[in-house]
């Protein structure tokens, strides 16, 4: 193969800052290639002649081959989400494969396995640092549960069943794709579209277009349908699109044993148990704690049911409250499980008199973004601030550098907050470079934070509502976790090697700060008056937080816990049915039971087609440590220095150095509790 040198492809050249408008689709394959075989080759050199293994001659190698990659590679899937073009999605989706192929093979290299155990066995280990013991010690831990311990022909079943597991989840979400697809509600009178607003009729309008109809259409995409059940009037249309919606992928409704994924279940589950058990685990759920802050099923089981008792007597209020509301003021005897979006939109909007529309003025981009980096000031005593002239992908894209109180460069990001063609929905931060240590100093991490809010119009600044502004909020809590890590290896520096259930604390706990009457005040100013948020718009703010907080948090416990046990105690091979134990958790924390042919565990794509399996539990968890790290703010100020660089130090610095659990206690002198959270979600007596 040719040598391609960085002056021919843009893509190996890792000089700072990256020169975006040089890269181009045909420079992904050659460069990808090149790095993937020359990362072979060294590793080849590497398990051949390295001996005996040390971190120098063995595992700091391997970190190297894989930041090469990623450097290479972060670029090309981040053009890929926000500057999407057909040559650069045939270029990313080529890729994509041989780098799925390459880490398949490292994670089945056994002479890697080797060469991690005899550095963890040798004299050199109590000398390496925490950084470099964590590292070593999950790549042992993550070969240990990819198969690695295991006899030759448990070794090839375990194969097996990866390979069988793969294509199961995404026959799940293939069949929940197409039975979602396959379903819609044309209307033609439009005296059927009472109660929709504007936005919701415009999107259906366009959705008929694009099909050669007439009038309007209404699908089972999130958008249309929550709109739909959010606010249509007509009720027996609401029962249509809810028992289609329900039922997808099922043996029930209008699709009845086309896309059903009864059997799939049943599947997945017995061979997901089956891994754990080939490993030496009971249950999966075991299986899969391995990885996380929570260590063992009954402190998952117990977390749960102890939030479920808590919040139920909440919950029960809230649905009372509705059904009420629904006799008295509407005259339905009835509350259906197709009434309770509806009804709950009439019941807030006569309760508070607010909508996200009335808070817009109040958040221009102008003031939210200086904001956010007064409130980072005060809590860090970090000083951030634009660097002009910059190559970037888009116009509107901003690059900053953030400095702490000694004058040291912590990080540097670029900011793209506004949605436009070809760039992915959605609201991420994503690693462009990680922190390490090299020869030459400290090479700074850097960041991509973006977003899809309405830009600005004509001379008025882009104007974003609440949510938008604690989204950005949230990811710039990642962003921070990225950034101030002060972690010099890659494998846990930032948000790598962090827990996946400890992963959200950063970012939840940044959006305490949009609540805060004081830092309000740094973030939200009318971009006209430049007055801040009046006091009864503020007060009607904080009383609509936690409407129906009670009905929500029992329904992600319900979420949670029938995942668990799905993954844990039940046994596939009983004659106890999956809806069974469905019907059991709803008896034991729902307030909602919905009708007898809702099939909600046929479209649970979480936990059958994504990551969630046993870990949906990750939600609720996360939210505690969140709230409880933000309550010793509110024990102290919340703005107060010393506990802020406290949060820095333990948490921020850390990253996936330590176990989570140690890191929350050196910062919060204690165990997480759940009263902050409960407090928060206005679930306190
Ligand atoms: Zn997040």
Same mark, same amino acid.
């Given at each position: ?31 990808? +290639? ?31 081959? @894989? ?40 994670? $089945? ?22 950084? $470099? ?64 607003? #504007? ?95 929570? /260590? ?15 919040? /139920? ?14 006799? #008295? ?16 939109? /009439? ?43 910059? #190559? ?67 001379? @008025? ?103 668990? @046990? ?19 958790? @709803? ?44 309550? /010793? ?41 759940? +009263? ?10």
């Amino acid at each position: 193969m040719e040598n391609i040198t960085p002056a021919t492809n843009p893509l190996l050249d890792f000089a700072q800052p990256l020169r975006f408008s040089a890269i181009l689709p045909e420079h992904i394959a050659p460069a990808l +290639d090149q790095v993937l075989a020359q990362n072979r080759g060294e590793l080849e050199g590497l398990v051949t002649t390295a001996r005996p293994y040390t971190w120098d001659n063995f595992a700091q190698p391997i970190e190297d081959m @894989r930041e090469r990659l990623s450097r290479l590679w972060s670029p090309v899937s981040h053009l890929h989400a926000v500057m999407d073009s057909a040559p650069l999605r045939e270029a990313y989706n080529a890729g994509l494969p041989k780098i799925t192929d390459y880490f398949t093979e490292l994670a $089945q290299d056994e002479r890697l396995y080797a060469g991690y155990k005899s550095i963890a066995g040798s004299t050199e280990f109590a000398h390496l640092t925490q950084a $470099q013991k964590k590292i070593i010690d999950n790549s042992l831990r993550d070969f240990r549960l990819a198969g690695a311990e295991l006899p030759p022909p448990k070794k090839a079943r375990f194969k097996e069943l990866q390979k069988e597991l793969a294509a199961l989840t995404s026959k799940f979400s293939e069949n929940v794709l197409d039975a979602t697809q396959a379903w819609d509600l044309c209307i033609t009178n439009e005296m059927d579209l009472t109660g929709l607003p #504007e936005s919701a009729r415009a999107m259906a309008q366009q959705s008929a277009q694009e099909k050669n109809l007439k009038g309007w259409r209404f699908t089972l995409e999130a958008p249309s349908y929550i709109a739909f059940m959010t606010y249509a009037d007509r009720r027996d249309l609401r029962q249509q699109m809810y028992q289609a919606f329900v039922t997808r992928a099922s043996d029930q409704g209008p699709h009845a044993g086309k896309w059903d994924n009864s059997e799939l279940i049943v599947r997945l589950l017995k061979l997901r148990r089956e891994v754990a058990q080939l490993i030496g685990f009971n249950n999966y759920a075991e299986y899969a704690l391995q990885t996380r802050m929570a /260590k063992t099923v009954p402190e998952v089981m117990d977390f749960l049911r102890d939030l479920a008792r808590r919040a /139920k007597p909440a919950a029960q209020k809230d649905l009372d409250e509705l059904k009420r509301f629904a006799r #008295e003021n509407h005259g339905v005897p009835q509350l259906e499980a197709w009434d309770i979006a509806y009804y709950s939109e /009439k019941l807030q909007q006569v309760r508070y008199q607010i909508s996200q529309e009335d808070l817009r003025p109040y958040f221009p981009q102008t003031q939210v973004v200086p904001g956010m980096f007064e409130v980072v000031k005060r809590l860090y005593g970090l000083e951030i601030v634009e660097v002009k002239n910059i #190559e970037t992908w888009h116009a509107d894209v901003r690059f900053y550098e953030i400095r702490d109180r000694d004058g040291e460069v912590r990080g540097r990001f670029y900011m793209d907050l506004y949605a436009r063609a070809n760039k992915r929905g959605g609201a991420w931060m994503d690693e462009c470079i990680n922190r390490k240590r090299t020869p030459r100093g400290v090479q700074v991490p850097v960041a991509y934070l973006v977003c899809n809010f309405s830009g600005p119009v004509g001379d @008025r600044p882009a104007l974003f509502t609440h949510d938008e502004v604690t989204t950005l909020f949230h990811e710039f809590g990642h962003g921070l976790h990225h950034m101030l890590t002060k972690v010099d290896y890659v494998g846990v520096a930032g948000i790598n090697g962090v827990a996946w259930d400890a992963v959200e604390l950063p970012s939840q706990f940044m959006e305490n700060w949009c609540w805060e009457r004081e830092a309000l005040n740094l973030i939200a100013r009318h971009y006209q008056s430049g007055q801040p948020i009046p006091d009864d718009l503020y007060e009607k703010m904080i009383a609509a937080k936690n409407f129906q907080s009670g009905m929500q948090f029992v329904r992600q416990l319900e979420f949670s816990l029938f995942d668990m @046990r799905l993954h844990s105690d039940y046994d596939p091979q009983t004659d106890k049915s999956v809806q069974q134990l469905l019907d059991e958790v @709803r008896a034991e924390v729902a307030v909602i039971i919905p009708p007898a042919f809702n099939r909600f565990q046929h479209g649970f794509t979480h936990i059958f087609a994504g990551g969630y399996a046993a870990g949906y539990y990750s939600y609720k968890w996360a939210e505690v440590l969140s709230a409880d790290a933000f309550s /010793k703010f509110e024990e102290k100020g919340v703005f107060d220095r010393a506990t802020g660089l406290e949060f820095m130090q333990n948490i921020l610095e850390q990253g996936g150095s330590h176990e989570p659990m140690e890191l929350f206690k050196r910062f919060r002198g204690r165990t997480p509790k759940i +009263d902050a959270l409960l407090r928060h979600s206005g679930l306190t007596a």
